[in-house]
């Protein structure tokens, strides 16, 4: 192999601690493409291009949002950056403490007791966030990326792109709005 195979992040050969190639690619488009969509709204928002923004007028949906923003590049770097360094254990608490931190936020959003379909990502993130630090405890290394990628890629990635995606969203109105 040559030094470009290594270099292309598609088509490094992989082992216990990384990711395949197509989950790898999924992570890396996802991420980026979430992390770009994130910075320009708020960038849109901060410079006054949006319209009003009532719903930061709403604790939880602000306290929400500043807790989610973090996630996506964090979470993007981690699960490409080299593993099992001291760095990427103390971000990798900080990036399940935040996920669990935004998934409780949610339960506050509409009050207590009203819910839609996209609070079933509150119990998957928990249940996430439980599995990746049980197994990490136990070594299973295997099983803790595997429970960080669905943690990506489902309870972070897919309630990203329902907010970007339809209107009247927070993200949906500093993007486009």
Not at 76 to 105: F, N, R
Not at 167 to 177: A, F
Request: aromatic share 8%; proline share 6%.
């Amino acid at each position: 192999m040559n030094a470009l195979t290594y270099a292309n992040p598609f088509h490094r050969p992989f082992g216990t601690l990384d990711l395949g190639p197509l989950t790898r690619g999924l992570v890396i488009v996802s991420g980026t493409v979430m992390s770009v969509l994130c910075v320009l709204a708020l960038g849109r928002a901060v410079l006054g291009l949006s319209p009003d923004l009532p719903h930061l007028q709403n604790l939880a949906i602000a306290f929400h949002v500043t807790t989610v923003v973090p996630c996506v590049p964090l979470g993007l770097y981690l699960l490409l950056a080299p593993k099992g360094t001291a760095m990427h254990k103390q971000l990798g608490k900080l990036w399940v403490a935040l996920m669990v931190i935004t998934a409780t936020s949610t339960l506050f959003i509409h009050g207590l007791g009203t819910f839609s379909w996209i609070h079933i990502f509150v119990p998957i993130t928990y249940r996430a966030a439980w599995m990746t630090v049980a197994k990490a405890r136990r070594g299973d290394i295997k099983g803790h990326r595997n429970e960080i990628v669905t943690l990506f890629l489902g309870a972070l990635m897919i309630p990203a792109v329902w907010a970007f995606a339809i209107e009247g969203r927070l993200m949906h109105d500093m993007l486009l709005g």
